[in-house]
């Protein structure tokens, strides 16, 4: 079941990540065949092809490492060590699929940090310099 995919999304309240994946009228939409399904009462509902392949540019580990896109060459990745929402390894799998194509990767998980973040700027624009000079 997914998490962050609410099966009701066109009568309660959606998610944030439901609007994520919203088409051009701004709709909130599902975007997993699972609530999908769920949601229309049918076993057989599908994902329209727009919806697919929205759902694969939201994610980069679907461009690193491939010819039809252009990556940035650093990267500066936080992720609270605190974060009771996201799994760990979602940035540790991004950190490393970029590392291992040869990018160049500032990552942590600041301790104690919730979701929200609250990192410190400073070190974020001490690497910036440092990376641009």
């Not at 975007?31 to 919806?51: C, E, I, V």
Request: proline share 7%.
């Amino acid at each position: 079941m997914p998490s962050f995919d609410q099966m009701g999304v066109l009568i309660e309240t959606p998610s944030p990540e439901n609007k994520e994946f919203a088409d051009e009228s701004g709709a909130a939409a599902n975007f997993t065949d699972f609530s999908l399904q769920h949601r229309l009462g049918n076993p057989s509902a599908r994902l329209s092809k727009d919806m697919v392949a929205r759902v694969d540019m939201m994610n980069p580990m679907n461009y690193i490492g491939k010819n039809r896109s252009t990556v940035a060459p650093n990267w500066y990745i936080r992720h609270g060590a605190k974060d009771r929402d996201t799994s760990f390894l979602v940035p540790i799998n991004l950190a490393t699929k970029l590392r291992n194509t040869g990018k160049n990767v500032n990552f942590a998980l600041p301790w104690n940090r919730p979701h929200s973040g609250d990192y410190n700027l400073d070190d974020l624009f001490s690497w910036i310099t440092t990376t641009i000079e």
